[in-house]
């Protein structure tokens, strides 16, 4: 309850703060890639259970001649790529937090196809509230193998508290400063993860 209440607390209080940057940032996305300027897409939540996330649209659609999206590289705009490595692009979660649907701090929310994916012991990581930041993206962000970013979600799950949060809170505001693991080496976006064979 504790947490919630928060999570809560603290969402509002930087959506009201952070208001006219949210309002810049649409009016460069509508402006930039046009509409729609919000990105929407299923993830799981809490015990795998699908809800819809909100972030600021970073790409912009373009597919083949076949109708496939084009690799991300492709479709990544200069502004894409500064909204994700300022994190300014996650700003619309906070909508997601004050819902219940997410929390400020808690194993980042993936793919709905890589949950048949995981092992039983990477499956943990939904057993707490999906969040904006967690103890995986302090500890090397996208620059971190998968193994390795589902130990570090397994780890807080078993030792979370309010003070840890805290604490990830402040250290995310060094590494979004710093712009440090937005992407892995080469690559614009995280890898897919396929599984552990």
């Known amino acids: 309850m504790g947490k919630r209440v928060f999570d809560v607390v603290v969402a509002l209080f930087v959506s009201v703060l952070l208001l006219p940057v949210f309002v810049c940032v649409a009016l460069l996305v509508a402006l930039r890639l046009g509409r729609p300027v919000f990105f929407r897409q299923q993830r799981p939540g809490l015990h795998g259970r699908p809800y819809e996330i ?8 373009a597919v083949d001649a076949r109708g496939r999206p084009l690799p991300d590289e492709q479709r990544m705009t ?4 500064w909204l ?3 994190s300014l692009d996650e700003l619309p979660e906070l909508w997601n937090v004050i819902r219940g649907e997410m929390s400020l701090v808690g194993p980042r929310p993936l793919m709905m196809e890589y949950l048949p994916r995981y092992s039983a012991e990477q499956y943990r990581r939904h057993d707490v509230l999906p969040g904006i930041t967690g ?27 309010l003070r840890l949060d805290l ?17 892995a080496e080469g690559h614009v976006t995280v890898d897919e993860f396929y599984g552990n064979d």
Request: proline share 0%.
């Open 167 to 183: 604490y990830i809170l402040m250290l995310t505001v060094r590494k979004v400063l710093s712009r440090d693991g937005v992407s």
């Open 78 to 81: 200069r502004l894409g790529t």
């Open 84 to 86: 994700r490595g300022s």
């Open 54 to 61: 909100i972030k600021f649209r970073t790409m912009r659609y």
């Open 135 to 161: 103890w995986a993206q302090v500890n090397g962000r996208n620059s971190l193998s998968w193994q390795k970013k589902f130990e570090l979600d397994v780890w807080y799950v078993d030792h979370h508290t």
